[in-house]
């Protein structure tokens, strides 16, 4: 089985489409291609209840990112630094890149 391809990577800036953090951005901090989800810096905080251990010794109630999907995060193009849709194009070094469709900006990583 393969996993499903995520058109967001590590590091992205991107914006919050939908539900109570909406409008939001943020870095993309971690991808999760099983699940289809993404951590995003500053959206969608949860508590987590933790308890104190050995390694830890304060417990308390930690406010965390949770994971959001995939489809409800658009990428933020850095050159028009407007939400975009993006494509891939092959150039002639064989290096396959993402572009920001709106502008055109090349998108290297």
């Keep these: ?18 539900g109570k953090d909406r409008d939001k951005t943020g870095k993309v901090l971690e991808v999760n291609p099983a699940s289809g989800k993404v951590l995003v810096e500053g959206v969608n905080m949860v508590k987590k209840h933790q308890r104190p251990t050995r390694a830890d010794r304060k417990g308390g109630i930690l406010e965390m990112e949770g994971a959001v999907s995939s489809s409800k995060v658009m990428l933020v193009c850095p050159r028009c630094n407007k939400p975009s849709r993006t494509g891939h194009k092959n150039l002639k070094s064989g290096e396959k890149v993402r572009y920001c469709k709106s502008c055109g900006e090349v998108n290297e990583k």
């Design 1 to 18: 089985m393969t996993t499903p391809r995520i058109h967001i990577r590590e590091g992205d800036k991107v914006i919050v489409l939908s």
